[in-house]
């Protein structure tokens, strides 16, 4: 019996197993790590899982199964890309350096409270390279998000992550459609409520919540 039929293992990973060909996943019991697991008060099981490739996570590559409690799935959901190939995962450049790159475009000394986290970066025509990641939050009304190659020191994107639009994002409640209350984040603007949560990581640009009246 093949391992992605072995009873013993969880739902979850035969799943995967099962399904690595339509995610175009090499291994996924090495490129799918659990990042969070938890029960909702209705017994139902949530898996999060981030991918990595050779022990360095995808950035903004993140997949969800959803279990019931006879342990079927009924929901999968998430962004994963393929296995990448032909990429050397060996940095050129120390995560100091990448740090200093990263401070000079932007004109600052060191907080000495930075950190440069090596990457899997995806480009949108699904080009994929070695990267550092780095968070820079100098001031209060500040707050960027770099990503440097780690092989040429080129910054490939700098990301202002401070949300310039007249809302805010808030915690609610509301009823789900087994007439449970829940909590989660919305965005509220001119008094009206959005169920918009911009502040979830996620691989694209960030973006205006509300653009030109469109929800």
Known sequence: TSRSLNSNMEPAAIFLQM?????????????F???GDNTDNIGKRHIRYQQYYNGIPVSGKEISLHI?????????????????????TTPKISS???????????ALGSS???KANLIIFTHPDGKVQLAYEINLNPTPSEDWTYTVDAISGQVIEKL????????ELLDTSGKDSNNVDQTFKAWMQNQVYYSIDPSI?????????LQAGKK
């Open 201 to 209: 990581p996620h691989a694209d640009p960030p973006y205006a919540p």
């Open 68 to 88: 019931n409690k006879d342990k079927s799935i009924y929901l999968f959901n998430g962004n994963n890309e393929k296995t990448p190939s032909l990429i050397d």
């Open 33 to 35: 790590k659990i990042v």
């Open 112 to 114: 000495g409270n930075e």
């Open 96 to 106: 100091e350096n990448a740090l200093e790159i990263a401070r000079n475009d932007l």
């Open 160 to 167: 202002d992550k401070i949300c310039r639009q007249d809302g």
């Open 19 to 31: 399904n690595k060909s339509l995610l175009q996943i090499q291994n996924p019991e090495k490129e």
